[in-house]
């Protein structure tokens, strides 16, 4: 069964830090691969999503995603985390099923916490 | 333009009644996906809809039924509610099946 593991629940890191958010899913085939943001009281906004084609996925807010298919993973990364980017963050997979529909699976976030 | 716009905000119902939460995609969108988000969990894929026909379903129960109008906007209902169905449902928007998805704000729902 198609699933997604974000292993960290929380992650702490100080302003400037780099920032890797690890995400690992399990699916037959290559699925198409995205990371969300949620803040507070906010709805999702997309940071970036890896279809095909470079593995390397630039994304908003600096953020970039590296595919690896032999480690079935998919990690979000920032080089220097601003204090604006403490909030939590989904990584999902978009499948297709057997009967040629679609759906969708979360992981259960990572909550960052960024120190002054 | 307009985001995805959802409504009512909030909304307390008790167990045993039923729901309808509304959904109305971005100009253009002709898909529209609904979740559910428990209070600290990732969100739970429940339908898509494109074109007015359902294309995708997670797993939940047939309490849980939806459908896309022809101006592509849509409803979520939720019948015999149950107090595990307080959640946030959020609602996306997308060009297509697998387009870049907009989510709305979502519906609080509390079941008492």
């Known amino acids: 069964a198609q699933s997604v593991t974000q292993p960290d629940i929380h992650i702490t890191v100080s302003e400037g830090a780099s920032l890797e958010l690890r995400c690992n899913y399990s699916?037959?085939?290559?699925?198409?691969l995205f990371w969300y943001v949620q803040s507070p009281g906010q709805g999702l906004q997309l940071l970036l999503k890896?279809?095909?084609?470079?593995?390397l996925v630039q994304g908003i807010k600096g953020f970039e995603a590296e595919f690896k298919r032999s480690q079935s993973s998919f990690n979000l990364r920032k080089p220097s985390v601003h204090w604006s980017d403490a909030a939590e963050y989904f990584c999902?997979?978009?499948?297709?099923?057997?009967?040629?529909?679609?759906?969708?699976?979360f992981g259960t976030g990572t909550r960052l916490k960024v120190l002054a | 333009d307009a985001g995805v716009t959802q409504s009512p905000t909030h909304l307390i119902k008790t167990r045993g009644q039923q729901v309808t939460l509304r959904c109305s995609p971005i100009?253009?969108?002709?898909?529209v996906s609904w979740y559910q988000q428990v209070l600290g969990q990732g969100p739970q894929f429940i339908f898509q809809?494109?074109?007015?026909?359902?294309?995708g379903r997670g797993n939940f129960p047939d309490r849980f039924s939806a459908r896309q109008f022809p101006n592509y906007s849509s409803e979520l209902n939720v019948n015999a509610l149950l107090l595990g169905d307080s959640a946030l449902y959020l609602c996306?928007?997308?060009?297509?099946?697998?387009?870049?998805?907009?989510f709305g704000p979502g519906t609080r729902l509390t079941v008492t």
């Open positions: 809809y494109y074109e007015k026909e359902e294309r």
């Open positions: 996306a928007s997308s060009l297509g099946l697998v387009s870049k998805q907009y």
């Open positions: 699916y037959g085939a290559t699925p198409y």
């Open positions: 999902a997979v978009g499948a297709s099923t057997t009967s040629g529909t679609y759906k969708y699976i």
């Open positions: 890896y279809f095909s084609g470079d593995t």
């Open positions: 100009s253009g969108h002709k898909s």
